[in-house]
Nanobody, 116 residues
Framework: VQLVESGGGLVQPGGSLRLSCAAS????????MSWYRQAPGKERELVAG????????NYADSMKGRFTISRDNAKNTVYLQMNSLKSEDTAVYFC??????????WGQGTQVTVSS
């Protein structure tokens, strides 16, 4: 099982990034997918989640209207489009898969730094 995040980097405040998480080794369409983030010295927090076929999406309050989660089950990939980025969005972003029989997987994370 692998979850491989990509798309992180350095961006100026107000800019955009699109994160991707490519999944392999499990039946992607049977898993709810989420993005979490962890800033230095802080606990990991939920950013956004999407149900197995994309019918349900949820966002942390501070991300609503700025971030969009989506998935492509044909490509076994989940995305996080991040717009209007702020310095407080700086964190390591993790992909999470949660599925049948309480199975759960995590990616290794990708760094997002918002700074001028």
């Amino acid at each position: 099982v692998q979850l491989v995040e990509s798309g992180g980097g350095l961006v100026q405040p107000g800019g955009s990034l699109r994160l991707s998480c490519a999944a392999s080794g499990f039946t992607f369409s049977t898993y709810d997918m989420s993005w979490y983030r962890q800033a230095p010295g802080k606990e990991r927090e939920l950013v956004a989640g999407i149900s197995r076929f994309g019918a349900t999406r949820n966002y942390a309050d501070s991300m609503k209207g700025r971030f969009t989660i989506s998935r492509d089950n044909a490509k076994n990939t989940v995305y996080l489009q991040m717009n209007s980025l702020k310095s407080e969005d700086t964190a390591v972003y993790f992909c999470n898969a949660r599925g049948p029989y309480s199975s759960e997987y995590w990616g290794q994370g990708t760094q997002v730094t918002v700074s001028s």
